[in-house]
């Protein structure tokens, strides 16, 4: 008798486990793999690939087509709530523009160590007709049509690249939550081109930056997101490692650093 019990326990264990998030044995329910949170995400937060795990779930909520298969999905898109670790992603979380997230914002920007944020000038043509939003990666393109060197010329020339985008002006274009809704808890998108895009780079290419606002007429051009940063920067940059690296820019150090004369 105590060896049928015994069996007969050893069953109720294995087919209990098989249905409670099994992978689909006996008795087993069927099981979907999906994007969840590896770590927290606090709200307003860009997504990143080292945000993001998959993991196999069961349950009827897998049928709802909110859910994300892929973590490639997620990344660069807004996190509306803090989101926590171990939660299934789904699309009523997430917006693709911040701006869009009503709710306070955060303390503090996420800027790497060594890091700053620069709000530069944009509009209909120098920022492709308003397709760049938060966490997009874009170039710099400077063009001088007064001399640099002599003799006199006219030069363009790329600047910077994956020059990362962590903040947009007041205006917005055709900004749409990322579960297709129209509106994001009540707001509703604010017409007209972005005026204006806040980027992150060091203090020293800050510097340059500015030079070239000053000095030349300045483009942008969106990189397609296949050439993306696989991650943010999570570290000072070695060459400018803090904002007291920075030693001031002129037309001297411009030539130096870009080499005008040589075009």
């Known amino acids: 008798m105590g ?18 998030g099994g992978a689909g044995g006996i008795g087993g329910a069927p099981t979907t793999t999906v994007v969840i949170a590896k770590q927290p995400i606090a ?28 973590t490639s999905d997620v990344v660069n898109l807004i996190a509306q709530i803090q ?87 007041p205006a917005t274009a055709n900004v749409q939550p990322a579960s297709g809704a129209t509106t994001v808890q009540g707001t509703t998108p604010t017409s007209g081109v972005t005026s204006s895009l806040t980027i992150e780079m060091t203090q020293c290419d800050a510097e340059f930056f500015t030079w070239f606002l000053g000095n030349t007429q300045v483009r942008y051009t969106l990189e397609s997101f296949h050439d993306y940063l696989t991650q943010p920067p999570s570290a000072p940059d070695p060459t400018c490692p803090t904002v007291l690296a920075a030693q001031g820019v002129s037309q001297k150090e411009v030539e130096a650093r870009y080499h005008f004369a040589n075009l």
């Open 3 to 20: 060896l049928l019990l015994a069996i007969l326990a050893g069953a109720g264990v294995f087919f209990l486990g098989g249905s409670i």
């Open 83 to 169: 989101i926590s670790k171990g939660s299934v992603i789904t699309s009523d979380m997430l917006a693709k523009d911040a701006g869009m997230i009503s709710g306070a914002a955060p303390a503090y920007l996420p800027l790497a160590s060594g890091y700053v944020a620069m709000t530069i000038p944009t509009g209909e043509q120098q920022g492709v007709a308003g397709h760049i939003t938060l966490g997009d990666y874009i170039t710099i393109i400077a063009s001088a049509s007064q001399p640099l060197v002599a003799p006199p010329k006219v030069v363009s020339k790329t600047v910077f690249t994956n020059v990362r985008v962590i903040g947009l002006g």
């Open 43 to 70: 709200m307003r937060h860009a997504i990143t690939a080292s945000d993001l795990e998959t993991a196999k779930v069961s349950g009827s909520f897998t049928s709802v087509n909110n859910t994300y298969l892929n």
